[in-house]
């Protein structure tokens, strides 16, 4: 498993439109599960719907992480989506 | 042959294949079913429904509102195969062994109430998009057809009555003309008729049988008359008609770019009323100079929760940005009496016109109001905005209303975010109590603008929405010109301009009268600029009298 925590800066936070980028672009890891944890609370990054009842918010500290075959892969493509997006 | 007669609400003919509006059925009950597969397989058809339609309309916004409403939509339809929300309707189904329907409805509020849990404005604002979501796939599982209207051709929609909720959610592009058994010419379908510049046909009662679906229906809203399986000489008549009407909107068409200005070179402005962003079409389409009234109402009533400043924000941003810098009034929130909420929770009254609506609602719930101004502030950045004030009563109440601008001006500022200082604030004088303190109302706005249906009602205490009160709702009634002249006399006496936004703006036996009392500008529904433009091109402001407010 591969991970790294990430300290939010959007103003808006994970809300809709990057939830939903984020949903897919873990997505295209079919066999990699990657999750994203807030205050003790984990869901999957493709499950949209939690993700966002997280409410992530501005100066919230998340870690994210993969599992899976594609483990390398996938947590270089999340910390260039979170460092670009949120 | 078949003849009906009702009240004709909005003029013109048309014809076409007659349909009744589908009202979709909100209650599910939960029925037991033995084949839990088949009941998988209607979901996963539905919900492949819903995507595709999801997806068109998310192309559909990218091309004409933008990204930001396309990836709502996209977001939309991600909701649809969100995997918790699927997963949580396989668990009824497994578990309950129940219908579709019951199980997708659970999951719905399930989710919606997530959201709603959060600590956080913006999340549990998407408890709506939920919602949305739920019910789209809902229809599709069920068979209603968006937009109330199942047909490939345009036809003649027929119901009961329409709510104002329901004519928004319309698919305007599929209605020829409207026939209804119940409403009055002041009912909320007679109004969006004549927005668009259709016929409608109201009062049929029980004389508008559902067997008549499907068959030609042929219309005129002038007379009231519907026939349907004419005879040669009707149809004839329709054809002479029709053919008429064509030619008429031709030479209408010779009026645009023309100035609305009398032969003695009295200028009058000629706006439009429109009740959501989309309406602006037409108002470009018949060359309306200005909104002279933007209900916005739309935005609450299509809402299953109070409406985002965001989302507000954009729909006054869209109409003022299109309208080029031409005035855009736009009226702050107009709930109650005949316009009801679910979720404002407003209590049952007795006589909801003289009840808790409109100003008085802001007034009491400052939250609402500060959002709604908030988003009005942030669009006259984009475009000339005023802001109207409805159901004005007293002076303490514009009052207060412009210490809630001011307080919202210095957050805006301090926020940094931009907005026009110089917003124009205005009242409607809809109360025979603001025509009797107008002069008073004067000095604290920037115009007046008269809405006629409101004021007839309550000058002549006449219910706008009774269908039976007819000679006694009178409108030319010399009562309630007279309030209109004295409205004028003490805006004029302040310095600031008055219109007229409610249906009788466009009545062109009163354009004189209009002229004789000084009113500055008329706003009248975009169908009818034209005409007014001609008549007022014909017009002598110097000769008109004021006859009418004698007896």
Same mark, same amino acid.
């Given at each position: ?32 599960? +990657? *999750? &994203?944890?807030? @205050? =003790?609370?984990?869901?999957? %990054? ?15 500290? +998340? *870690? &994210?992480?993969? @599992? =899976?075959?594609?483990?390398? %892969? ?13 | ?551």
């Amino acid at each position: 498993m591969k991970q790294f925590t990430y300290t939010i800066t959007d103003p808006l936070g994970i809300h809709a439109r990057p939830a939903g980028l984020l949903a897919k672009a873990a997505k295209a890891y079919a066999d990699t599960t +990657v *999750t &994203v944890t807030k @205050d =003790g609370n984990t869901v999957k %990054a493709t499950q949209l719907m939690k993700l966002m009842g997280l409410t992530v918010k501005q100066g919230n500290v +998340v *870690t &994210v992480a993969a @599992d =899976g075959p594609q483990e390398d %892969a996938a947590i270089a493509a999340m910390e260039k989506f979170f460092k670009e997006n949120l | 042959m078949i003849l009906l007669q009702g009240k004709g609400v909005s003029k013109g003919v048309a014809s076409g294949p007659i349909y009744f509006f589908q009202r979709p059925s909100t209650d599910i009950t939960k029925t037991a079913v033995a084949d839990i597969a088949a009941e998988k397989e209607r979901i996963a058809a539905a919900q492949e429904k819903s995507m595709a339609q999801l997806e068109a309309l998310a192309d559909k916004a990218r091309e004409e509102t933008g990204e930001e409403t396309a990836v709502l939509f996209e977001t939309h339809a991600m909701f649809v195969e969100d995997e918790d929300y699927v997963e949580a309707i396989m668990t009824t189904l497994d578990e309950e062994r129940c219908c579709a329907e019951y199980a997708v409805q659970q999951a719905g509020e399930q989710f919606a109430a997530m959201f709603a849990a959060t600590d956080d404005a913006y999340m549990q604002a998407r408890a709506a998009d939920v919602k949305d979501v739920t019910r789209r796939i809902l229809n599709n599982l069920m068979g209603i057809a968006e937009g109330g209207i199942d047909s490939d051709v345009p036809v003649i929609l027929a119901a009961d009555d329409l709510a104002p909720s329901e004519t928004l959610q319309l698919d305007k592009s599929k209605i020829l003309g409207f026939i209804t058994a119940g409403g009055s010419g002041n009912s909320h379908t007679a109004i969006l008729a004549r927005t668009m510049g259709i016929p409608a046909i109201c009062g049929l009662g029980d004389t508008l049988k559902q067997e008549y679906a499907g068959r030609d229906g042929y219309i005129d809203g002038e007379t009231g008359q519907i026939s349907i399986d004419p005879d040669e000489i009707t149809l004839a008549a329709f054809r002479t008609k029709e053919k008429k009407q064509a030619e008429m909107k031709e030479l209408l068409q010779s009026m645009k770019g023309q100035k609305d200005v009398t032969l003695d070179g009295r200028e009058m402005m000629v706006y439009c009323n429109i009740g959501s962003p989309e309406d602006v079409a037409a108002v470009q389409a018949n060359d309306g100079q200005g909104i002279g009234l933007f209900r916005s109402e739309f935005l609450y009533l299509a809402a299953n929760d109070y409406p985002s400043e965001e989302d507000q924000f954009q729909a006054y941003k869209t109409v003022a940005a299109a309208m080029n810098g031409k005035r855009v009034v736009i009226r702050t929130l107009d709930i109650g009496a005949d316009k009801q909420v679910e979720y404002f929770h407003l209590q049952k009254e007795e006589n909801p016109a003289m009840g808790v609506r409109a100003i008085r609602i802001c007034l009491n719930r400052p939250e609402v109001f500060r959002t709604q101004l908030r988003a009005l502030y942030r669009a006259s950045a984009y475009g000339k905005v005023a802001i109207m004030f409805p159901m004005i009563t007293s002076v303490w109440e514009v009052k207060e209303c412009k210490r809630a601008c001011k307080k919202v001006m210095a957050e805006l500022d301090a926020e940094g975010i931009p907005y026009n200082k110089d917003t124009e604030l205005g009242i409607m004088i809809e109360t025979p109590a603001s025509v009797f303190v107008a002069d008073a109302l004067a000095k604290e706005v920037d115009f007046f603008s008269v809405g006629t249906n409101d004021l007839t009602q309550y000058t002549l205490a006449c219910d706008r929405q009774a269908n039976d009160l007819g000679k006694f709702f009178d409108p030319h009634h010399p009562a309630v010109l007279r309030a209109l002249k004295m409205a004028t006399d003490a805006a004029h006496a302040a310095g600031i301009w008055i219109g007229i936004c409610g249906e009788l703006g466009a009545d062109l036996t009163l354009l004189e009268t209009f002229l004789a009392i000084g009113i500055d500008e008329l706003s009248v529904s975009p169908s009818s600029v034209l005409p007014l433009r001609a008549e007022i091109r014909k017009s002598i402001a110097k000769t008109c009298n004021l006859d009418m407010l004698k007896s």
